[in-house]
């Protein structure tokens, strides 16, 4: 958070047609996407293992754990390598997006709260959302998007 606006950083990153977004403090680095290495009886989200500066990163696909269909990767596929707080600890992980975006800064009274109904994602996964023009950036509340036993299979890929 900005210390002089109190504007809150994001990358945003698309689905299809959906923008999400995610805390810029977690973002390690954003690579071109690779085909991980994959993972025998892992759920259908787990894609496998990204290297990453040397170090195996589980790496999931976010369409398919947020219920989309999956699409094969194109040019503009890439990785974020994010670090996670995840029940006092920090996960380290790969989530496959169709694109990234931008970093955009949102102010806190521009946050409306996730709403219960009238949208296609489980609200529990949400820290809220903006509005943009006529569209929504659904912003995700990522330690709620991991469950505990997404962490402990994470834990287990690495």
């Known amino acids: 958070m900005s210390a002089r606006t109190g504007e809150i950083q994001f990358v945003t990153l698309g689905l299809g047609a959906e923008v999400f977004a995610v805390p810029v403090e977690y973002v390690r680095e954003i690579l071109d996407y690779t085909p991980p290495s994959a993972l025998p009886e892992g759920p259908a989200y787990l894609l496998g293992l990204t290297d990453v500066r040397g170090r195996a990163t ?4 976010l369409r ?8 094969p990767p194109t040019l503009a596929t890439r ?5 996670v707080p995840v029940e006092g600890r920090q996960l380290a992980l790969g989530l496959v997006a ?14 409306e709260p996730a709403p219960d ?10 820290r809220g959302v903006v509005r943009r023009d ?18 402990a299979v994470l834990d287990a890929a690495a």
């Open 64 to 71: 398919l754990k947020l219920g989309l269909a999956a699409v």
């Open 58 to 61: 589980p790496t999931l696909d």
């Open 117 to 126: 109904i009238g949208v296609r994602w489980r609200s529990d996964y949400m």
């Open 134 to 151: 006529t569209d929504f950036v659904v912003l995700f509340d990522l330690p709620r998007l991991l469950t505990s036993q997404d962490a």
């Open 79 to 83: 990785i974020l390598v994010l670090d």
């Open 98 to 111: 169709d694109r990234v975006i931008e970093v955009a800064a949102f102010t806190p009274d521009e946050i």
